[in-house]
């Protein structure tokens, strides 16, 4: 089994910043990408933030210059700062690990953890 854990969600006012973290454990040999996806109420999820095992990142567009995804690979953690926020940030945030298990590979997620930005 494999828990993906994120911490760090908050009320934040406008112009602020929050950092999310995101770890797992469990039956893991070797953890490939990381990442962080969100979905605001009524919309769909969306990809946030990726990460691969080599360090290569990914952002979605509207996270560009003000989000920045790391990765400790020793502690199987993941991290999202979060700059320069704005109310269309408010969002459930999810954290997904693609673990390796000897012959096994599957995607795991994290319960999701708030993010909302408001005056």
């Known amino acids: 089994q494999v828990q993906v854990v994120e911490s760090g969600g908050d009320l934040v006012q406008p112009g602020g910043s929050l950092r999310l973290s995101c770890a797992a454990s469990g039956s893991i040999s070797s953890i490939n990408a990381m990442g962080w996806y969100r979905q605001a109420p009524g919309a769909e999820r969306e990809l946030v933030a990726a990460?691969?095992?080599?360090?290569?990142?990914n952002y979605a567009d509207s996270v560009k210059g003000r989000f920045t995804i790391s990765r400790d690979a020793a502690k199987n953690t993941v991290y999202l700062q979060m700059n320069s926020l704005k109310l269309e940030d408010t969002a459930v945030y999810y954290c997904?690990?693609?673990?390796?298990?000897?012959?096994?590979?599957?995607?795991?997620w994290g319960q999701g953890t708030q993010v909302t930005v408001s005056s």
């Open positions: 990460i691969t095992s080599g360090g290569t990142t």
């Open positions: 997904y690990a693609d673990i390796v298990y000897y012959n096994y590979r599957r995607r795991s």
